[in-house]
């Protein structure tokens, strides 16, 4: 009894100095509370993944000379004239195409990097590659003066103008389409065009490193000097007042000029051109992606017109 009594005796002064201390320092400070698991989630979310890279994205990275893929890889071994300076290879990978490349390289005394596919997916920023990547010198392109030339020495002549195709994968399908139909070249403005990266070369099954892909400052001027050259110049366009294509005959020199994504022709271009082209269309959808336009009007002109 004795001893209980004097415990609680000393829990009651010792309640009493921390009460004394509370009125001279200020009120104590009760302890904290738990945060509720809703009140810690709303302050503390959980960490999103970082979003898959956008095409701007992938575009910055792939302008490093990179060849992906095994269409392009292939034709740039095959017809490319700019040197390789190295070729990656998934181990595992297989496939007769697949070790042709690797003899193509081995015969241009170039060495292969067997590498795991973890390590392809980071080179190429996610892009498909189907186990096979290379690095190459950028190819030069002729000048659009080059082209004139060849242009005035030729007896026909089929050419592509693209008025600001931004897409990187309709620009390499349009440069497929084009390459497959006998076009000279593909010309483009700087501005307001995708760049020839290595999703556009992807696009373009290896035609980007047989056709010329030539970029001008102004075109409409060079829609001007093509028709000083004798080439007749069409845009494409879905409006009234065009031509249906398979009603036109084409002379033996013609150039197709096809807008962007959404805009079609600016006005500036439609009024340099001889006249305007449309695709006669029965469907709902009301018109047709730039690069599958660009594949119908190529079969049109190469069928009624240019040989």
Known sequence: MIKKS?????????DSRQSDEGKKGGPRERPRKKESWKNAYEKKPFEKKPPPPTSTQQEETEESGLVIGVNPVQALFQDANRPVEYLAV?????GKRIQEIVDKAREQGLRTRFVDRQTLDGMTGGLAHQGVVARA????????KQLIARVKGSPQT???????VEDPHNLGAIIRSAESFGA?????????SAALSAVAAKASAGAVERLDVIRVTNLTRAIDELKGCGVQVWGLAGEEG???IQKVAFPQSVALVLGGEGKGLRRLTRDHCDGLLSIPITGGVGSLNVSVAAGVALYEVRRR???
Request: charge should be positive; charged fraction near 30%.
């Open 137 to 144: 010198g950028i190819r030069k392109q002729p000048s659009f």
């Open 158 to 164: 089929l050419l592509v103008l693209l008025d600001g």
């Open 184 to 192: 000279m070249a593909v010309v483009l403005p700087k501005d307001r």
């Open 305 to 307: 017109g240019v040989e």
């Open 90 to 94: 998934s181990k595992g990978a297989g």
């Open 6 to 14: 004097a415990r609680r005796a000393a829990s009651k002064k010792s």
């Open 242 to 244: 065009a031509e249906p």
